[in-house]
């Protein structure tokens, strides 16, 4: 599952014109409205390609100006920097995982090469 958070942009005399083909769409949830046209609106999809996909239906939108994505999570890139982190965990020496450990009980031999 992905969301995004998108800022679409629209001149202020069309705000409410396209709040309500945005309402419309039922391809996003409206969450923030300003009195200059910015409007946040968030997407849901399964992958990448249906978010694009919705994306595409609000640049369509008459009026609108801009869509332009701010923020994107993805589970399925989350789960991939998870094994990542879980790798990088594993490389690390014992010493440094050690809780509450001063800086000066380490003993630093010069060579982080040789040691990682």
Request: glycine share 4%.
């Amino acid at each position: 599952m992905n969301i995004s958070s998108i800022v679409v942009q629209t001149a202020p005399q069309h705000l409410q014109t396209v709040l309500k083909a945005l309402e419309e769409s039922k391809v996003c949830d409206i969450y923030f409205i300003d009195e200059k046209g910015k409007i946040i609106v968030t997407i849901e999809g399964e992958n990448i390609e249906e978010e694009v996909s919705k994306v595409k239906i609000i640049e369509e939108i008459s009026n609108v100006l801009s869509a332009n994505l701010m923020y994107s999570y993805s589970e399925e890139e989350l789960a991939e920097a998870m094994e990542e982190f879980q790798k990088v965990e594993e490389m690390v020496p014992d010493i440094l995982k050690v809780e509450g450990i001063c800086a000066d009980e380490i003993n630093y031999p010069g060579d982080l090469k040789g040691k990682l």
